[in-house]
């Protein structure tokens, strides 16, 4: 059992490690932050959640936009989120306007005051 915990806590202090030094590796263009939720989905459920939009311009052609998340819990301290998202203007055409992949580790298991959660995009 102590071999299992420690190679968690290794784990996870490896993802913390690489978390603090990915900024030196590369520069983003944007640098902001942002918090989330320290909850996680359990493991092994698959979550899907459409999200339409319908835009009624006055001056031109109505449009559906449409961006859909699939959130499966992998394990109960990682989260892996996929986005796509899409288009369709009425007497026009429709559009794929991108993907989107994200990745939330929480690296303490219990509860603290504070519970920092690793996010990753791409």
Not at 22 to 47: I, K, Q, W
Request: glycine share 6%; net charge negative; hydrophobic share 45%.
């Amino acid at each position: 059992m102590s071999q299992v915990r420690n190679s968690l806590v290794r784990a996870r202090a490896f993802l913390l490690l690489c978390f603090f030094a990915a900024p030196l590796a590369g520069r983003a263009d944007d640098v902001y932050f942002v918090t989330y939720s320290h909850n996680m989905e359990e493991r092994g459920n698959l979550e899907i959640a459409p999200n339409l939009v319908l835009g009624v311009p006055r001056v031109a052609n109505r449009y559906l936009a449409n961006w859909t998340e699939l959130e499966y819990g992998v394990t109960g301290w990682w989260t892996s989120e996929f986005y796509l998202e899409g288009q369709k203007t009425f007497h026009d055409s429709t559009i794929l306007t991108g993907l989107r992949w994200e990745n939330r580790f929480r690296p303490l298991a219990d509860e603290h005051w504070i519970n920092p959660v690793i996010y990753v995009e791409f």
